[in-house]
């Protein structure tokens, strides 16, 4: 997953909890058993949004430029 964005005027309304909700549905519909993302340290609103939502940080899966924490989660 990547480049999920909710415009600041819409943030703490519920946004980012529908989209993370729909990205896994349709991976789950796709046959995707788990949802991976990097994301920048900075970002930690975001880093939250997952952790609240059952994503785990993991060890680096890659070595993106702007990759910092890790996360996964597994879609049952």
């Given at each position: 997953?990547?480049?999920?964005?909710?415009?600041?005027?819409?943030?703490?309304?519920?946004?980012?909890?529908?989209?993370?909700a729909?990205?896994?549905?349709?991976?789950?519909?796709?046959?995707?058993?788990?949802?991976?993302?990097?994301?920048?340290?900075?970002?930690?609103?975001?880093?939250?949004?997952?952790?609240?939502?059952?994503y785990?940080?993991?060890?680096?899966?890659?070595?993106?430029?702007?990759?910092e924490?890790?996360?996964?989660?597994?879609?049952?």
């Open positions: 997953m990547t480049r999920v964005y909710v415009r600041p005027a819409h943030r703490g309304h519920g946004g980012g909890a529908a989209l993370l729909a990205v896994a549905s349709r991976a789950r519909a796709a046959g995707a058993d788990r949802i991976r993302l990097d994301t920048r340290g900075d970002l930690v609103e975001a880093r939250a949004l997952h952790a609240r939502h059952g785990r940080e993991i060890p680096a899966y890659n070595d993106g430029v702007y990759a924490h890790w996360f996964e989660k597994v879609l049952s």
